[in-house]
């Protein structure tokens, strides 16, 4: 009897150990599938195509699209490019700018932010004011974009120093000068630049 008694225990003990194995498994399951969730939910997806738009509408959305894309526009500037530049009605392009609802502004600010650095070589403390001021962006995009930069300033730097050099003829303290005081790099930045110019 005694031993019956025991093996009915042992097999209730073990029952319990594996239906609370099984409780403890599931919310990691369903924290899984949460954490797919999420990582899914931040793409957008592009709104469908309006079937009462006009062609001009169409057109305009387009248009926009192909600035974004191609040279990184900000959405306060694209309104004025398509009516400016495109001809386009004022009220079709803010249709256009309306329906851009699946653009990611602050990644648009961060690109342009980082061709500035490869092509002009624009120093760090530069960038969210050029986006502001003279690209449209909003601060909280110029500041979102200086932010998650991964850029090489120190070759930023020798190609601004180097474009001093063989462009303008300037010495190599002119060219120190200007970096520090105008083109707002660091030192460092600076003096890595001077010990690559040739001399």
């Known amino acids: ?15 319990s150990v594996a239906a609370c194995g099984s409780d403890n498994k599931q919310p990691a399951q369903n924290s ?5 969730e999420q990582q899914a939910q931040p793409k957008k997806e592009a709104p469908k195509e309006d079937p009462n ?23 306060s500037k694209i309104a004025g490019q398509l009516v400016q530049f495109d001809k386009f009605s004022e009220a079709d392009a803010e249709y256009a700018v309306n329906h851009l609802t699946d ?20 120093a760090k403390s530069k960038i969210a004011g ?14 979102y974009a200086v932010a998650n930069m ?4 120190k070759a930023a730097a020798l190609r601004k120093a180097q474009s001093y050099q063989q462009n303008m ?10 970096m520090l005081q105008f083109e707002g790099f660091t030192e460092e930045e600076v003096e890595y630049a001077i010990s690559k110019l040739q001399k």
Request: aromatic share 8%; glycine share 4%; proline share 0%.
């Open 1 to 15: 009897m005694k031993k019956f008694l025991s093996i009915m225990m042992a097999l209730v003990f073990a029952l």
């Open 32 to 36: 899984s599938s949460a954490q797919q």
């Open 53 to 75: 738009a006009t062609a001009d509408q169409k057109n305009a959305v387009k248009k926009a699209r192909s600035y974004v894309q191609t040279v990184g526009m900000a959405k």
């Open 103 to 122: 653009i990611d502004w602050n990644k648009v600010a961060l690109k342009k932010a980082e061709s500035y650095v490869k092509t002009v070589g624009l």
């Open 130 to 143: 050029q986006l502001v001021n003279f690209e449209g962006f909003t601060q909280e995009e110029a500041d």
């Open 150 to 153: 991964k850029a090489d300033f």
């Open 169 to 178: 003829n300037m010495s190599v303290e002119g060219i120190r000068q200007q």
